[in-house]
């Protein structure tokens, strides 16, 4: 499951891509990074940030392109979301479309991956 790490603000942010089964669709989720197990300091080229649980969810079905991708908001509590991390959120979930609908139409699902 690649995941895609930033830092704004003195936070640190992920997006995780992964397919659910379930729901026959990407899932392209945007939490809130966690730091990686101390254990792992000593691991060359470890990541010092691992995804934590995911606070909005888009998924992107790959089976249909008629259907839309739907976003879900997971959260107990309030979640503030800066502009900058909720552009790049978005324009990952652009690409993730794209990519989606480009293998539907070259009947290639397996390329989204």
Not at 14 to 19: G, M, Q, S, V
Not at 58 to 66: A, K, Q, Y
Not at 78 to 89: L, R
Request: with cysteine; aromatic share 10%.
């Amino acid at each position: 499951m690649p995941a895609e790490l930033r830092e704004h603000a003195g936070r640190h942010y992920a997006i995780l891509f992964h397919y659910a089964l379930p729901d026959d669709s990407w899932a392209v989720e945007l939490s809130e990074a966690v730091p990686a197990p101390t254990a792992w300091a000593e691991t060359p080229n470890a990541a010092a940030h691992l995804p934590g649980p995911a606070f909005l969810r888009v998924l992107v079905p790959d089976e249909d392109p008629e259907s839309e991708p739907t976003v879900r908001v997971y959260s107990p509590d309030e979640h503030v979301i800066p502009y900058k991390i909720m552009q790049w959120f978005m324009e990952q979930v652009a690409d993730q479309v794209e990519r989606c609908r480009i293998a539907f139409e070259q009947g290639e699902p397996e390329a989204v991956e």
